[in-house]
């Protein structure tokens, strides 16, 4: 069965950096996007975008251009989502999601990763 | 970019039928998808397209579409089915682009 297994909750101070990983298995991890998806704690979801695994095409959500990056190591059925300096605004639960092979839904998700930024 | 609305909050009464709406200008030219979420999970698929569920969504989940609407339809909810449903879709700017509505929370009474 396709998984996507989250890396583990993360205590950051602000200023500090991050990158988290989203691992793919049972399936071909390189012909699929995966989009990162990020829910404030009691809140929606929200689209941060998403990068293709075959090529490291990454296009974002005009709200998190900037201030994320989408990579992806193929040798290792492995994206991450980072930042480079840490605001107590992106404490947040981020998910990240495979896009399915028609490009019309999310149809895998990860357990979701816990970010806490405080001082 | 585009938005979708979604009420708040829905109740229904046990075993009785519930549709959860989701507007949007993006879902004439797309279809919405709809997720669960249970609290402390990650959403999971319930339905998507012209009302197809994934293997292992009960039957008494459907979806419709007209317009500017698509609806999540629960036919003699349970319990169990008390959760937050949030719909999506594409974005007319781009693939790349969805957008989530904000979500419903659902109270099985």
């Known amino acids: 069965e396709v998984q996507l297994l989250q890396s583990g909750a993360e205590v950051k101070k602000p200023g500090e950096s991050l990158k988290m990983s989203c691992r793919g298995s049972e399936y071909i991890f390189t012909a699929y996007w995966i989009a990162w998806v990020r829910q404030i704690p009691g809140k929606g979801l929200e689209w941060m975008g998403i990068?293709?695994?075959?090529?490291?095409?990454?296009r974002y959500s005009p709200s998190f251009q900037g201030q994320v990056t989408f990579s992806v190591d193929k040798s290792i059925n492995t994206a991450y989502l980072q930042w480079s300096s840490l605001k107590a605004s992106d404490t947040a639960i981020y998910y990240c999601?495979?896009?399915?092979?028609?490009?019309?839904?999310?149809?895998?998700w990860g357990q979701g990763t816990l970010v806490t930024v405080s001082s | 970019s585009s938005e979708l609305t979604q009420d708040p909050a829905v109740s229904v009464a046990l075993g009785q039928t519930v549709r959860i709406t989701c507007q949007g200008d993006s879902l004439r030219n797309f279809f919405a998808s709809w997720f669960q979420q249970k609290p402390g999970q990650a959403p999971i698929l319930v339905i998507y397209?012209?009302?197809n569920r994934p293997s292992g969504i009960p039957d008494r989940f459907s979806g419709s579409s007209s317009g500017n609407t698509s609806s999540l339809t629960i036919t003699g909810a349970q319990a169990e089915d008390e959760a937050d449903y949030y719909c999506n879709s594409r974005d007319n700017s781009g693939f790349h682009l969805r957008i989530f509505g904000g979500g419903t929370k659902l109270t099985v009474l």
């Open positions: 999601a495979r896009l399915s092979a028609d490009l019309s839904l999310l149809d895998y």
């Open positions: 990068i293709y695994a075959g090529d490291s095409d990454a």
């Open positions: 397209g012209d009302n």
